[in-house]
Nanobody, 114 residues
Framework: QVQLVESGGGLVQAGGSLRLSCAAS????????MGWYRQAPGKQRELVAG???????NYADSAKGRFTISRDNAKNTVYLQMNSLKPEDTAVYYC????????WGQGTQVTVSS
């Protein structure tokens, strides 16, 4: 059974940094897309950053210049380095991976205080 486990969330002051990790286990292979999404209270889940198997990245406008997504294929892990955090970045962050199927993590809370 494939599982995605996120870590690295927490409480940080505005201007601070966090690094999120998401590791997949349970027999997942040939992961194409890996991405990070977030959902703030009362809002829809939105894409923050994504990375394809070839390493092509894309970012939400709100994340450009502050966040960096990367992946370690040997470890089936995706990372999100978040710098210069703002209170509006507060949300539950979810990782997503896709092969021929779609998988989601359980989410990790990121809270940025002003």
């Amino acid at each position: 059974q494939v599982q995605l486990v996120e870590s690295g969330g927490g409480l940080v002051q505005a201007g601070g940094s966090l690094r999120l990790s998401c590791a997949a286990s349970g027999g997942i292979f040939s992961i194409n897309f890996m991405g990070w999404y977030r959902q703030a209270p009362g809002k829809q889940r939105e894409l923050v950053a994504g990375i394809t198997g070839s390493g092509t990245t894309n970012y939400a406008d709100s994340a450009k210049g502050r966040f960096t997504i990367s992946r370690d294929n040997a470890k089936n892990t995706v990372y999100l380095q978040m710098n210069s955090l703002k209170p509006e970045d507060t949300a539950v962050y979810y990782c997503r991976m896709s092969t021929t199927r779609l998988y989601w993590g359980q989410g990790t809370q990121v809270t940025v205080s002003s």
